[in-house]
């Protein structure tokens, strides 16, 4: 029962196969090509460009959120390891007594 199945399945998958190669689709045939015509972006040469409706909010709401991201990220909270560790250790080393300054010497050679 289960192997006549798969047979008319397959049957059928082969049958679809042939005829979309038969239409000219997804095949390895000719390669399709359109040939250039019409105009840059629709527009004829000299023409002035009208601004559709959405476009003034659409790019006015692009810049607003690149701003927002843009200063979000600039003045966030600084939470690496790397910063914590080095309070931790400047707390530490000033509770110790510890020099956190080194003295600057001239070494001529």
Same mark, same amino acid.
């Given at each position: 029962?289960? =192997?006549?199945? %798969? =047979?008319?399945?397959?049957?059928? $998958? =082969?049958?679809?196969?042939?005829?979309?190669? $038969?239409?000219?689709?997804?095949?390895?045939?000719?390669?399709?090509?359109?040939?250039?015509?019409?105009?840059?972006?629709?527009?004829?040469?000299?023409?002035?460009?009208?601004?559709?409706? /959405?476009?003034?909010? /659409?790019?006015?709401?692009?810049?607003?959120? $690149?701003?927002?991201?843009?200063?979000?990220?600039?003045?966030?909270?600084? %939470?690496?390891?790397?910063? /914590?560790?080095?309070?931790?250790?400047?707390?530490?080393?000033?509770?110790?007594?510890?020099?956190?300054?080194?003295?600057?010497?001239?070494?001529?050679?």
């Amino acid at each position: 029962m289960f =192997s006549s199945f %798969t =047979s008319r399945l397959s049957s059928r $998958a =082969s049958a679809l196969a042939s005829r979309r190669l $038969a239409r000219g689709g997804h095949g390895h045939g000719e390669p399709q090509f359109n040939e250039p015509g019409g105009y840059l972006f629709g527009q004829k040469p000299g023409v002035k460009y009208e601004k559709e409706g /959405w476009e003034t909010i /659409w790019y006015g709401g692009l810049g607003i959120s $690149a701003l927002l991201i843009f200063f979000g990220l600039r003045y966030k909270p600084d %939470t690496r390891i790397r910063t /914590w560790a080095r309070e931790e250790a400047i707390r530490q080393m000033r509770e110790e007594g510890d020099l956190l300054e080194y003295m600057h010497t001239d070494y001529k050679a």
